[in-house]
């Protein structure tokens, strides 16, 4: 897989690539990200980027200028499976979409500043909005972060344990069991003993029925969540 991030700021989305599972990926050479700095595609040399709103209000807009000849530049080298846009307003990420990106072959993102990007960009450009949380973030760079993560972490060879990924929260609208390690009693505190029995099939059950509870506990909106 191939990932384009464009941003106003490629430093502050480069670390989590340099680091674990997503470093072993590009490592692996599984996957490859670019990072594309908006600024280069600026309309002057001073590197203007942004503009007032039309209409007025506070804050900035990313001009479409820039950003389409980034874009336009990319698609002339190579076919898209999305162009995605990060941005508050918009469908919240979920381990189905990340399920599904993660099959692409080469994904373009977008990250917002300021006020966020002409629609126009929006309009022309992007096939995919997405948010990762009702809050707003300074910029999309920490969310295009969050999204490769989730997606990296699914593309085959890029997790030791194949299955791992497979029963991870979410993956079947359940959140996970709870996990343990050694030692199997700490001060007064035991691992439950069903999990030391050797018994797999009652390990399983054990798994599912507490998954089941944490989930009516913290996330019972997740029951009534269909796949699409
Ligand atoms: N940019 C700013 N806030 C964001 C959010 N919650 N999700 C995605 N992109 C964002």
């Not at 162009?83 to 994904?107: G, V, W």
């Not at 929006?122 to 972060?145: C, M, N, P, Q």
């Amino acid at each position: 897989m191939r990932i384009d991030i464009i941003t106003v700021s490629p430093e502050l989305i480069k670390s989590p690539f340099e680091y674990s599972i997503i470093k072993r990926a590009i490592d692996k050479e599984l996957i490859e990200v670019h990072f594309h700095d908006l600024r280069k595609y600026a309309l002057n040399k001073y590197g203007k980027i942004d503009d007032y709103q039309f209409g007025g209000g506070a804050g900035m807009v990313l001009m479409i200028e820039p950003i389409d000849k980034c874009i336009s530049e990319l698609l002339t080298q190579r076919n898209y499976d999305e162009i995605i846009y990060m941005t508050p307003d918009a469908k919240t990420l979920n381990q189905q979409t990340s399920n599904i990106l993660s099959t692409a072959e080469n994904l373009i993102i977008l990250t917002g500043h300021y006020k966020g990007v002409d629609q126009r960009v929006r309009d022309k450009f992007v096939t995919l909005e997405i948010s990762i949380g009702d809050y707003v973030l300074s910029g999309g760079e920490l969310a295009a972060a969050v999204l490769c993560d989730s997606i990296i972490r699914l593309i085959p060879g890029v997790l030791g344990d194949e299955t791992s990924a497979l029963t991870d929260s979410f993956q079947d609208n359940l959140l996970a069991p709870p996990v343990y390690t050694r030692p199997a009693k700490y001060d007064d505190m035991e691992v439950p003993e069903i999990l030391l029995s050797g018994n797999f099939p009652k390990i399983e059950k054990w798994r599912h029925d507490k998954a089941v509870k944490r989930t009516e506990n913290i996330r019972p909106d997740l029951f009534n969540l269909k796949d699409e």
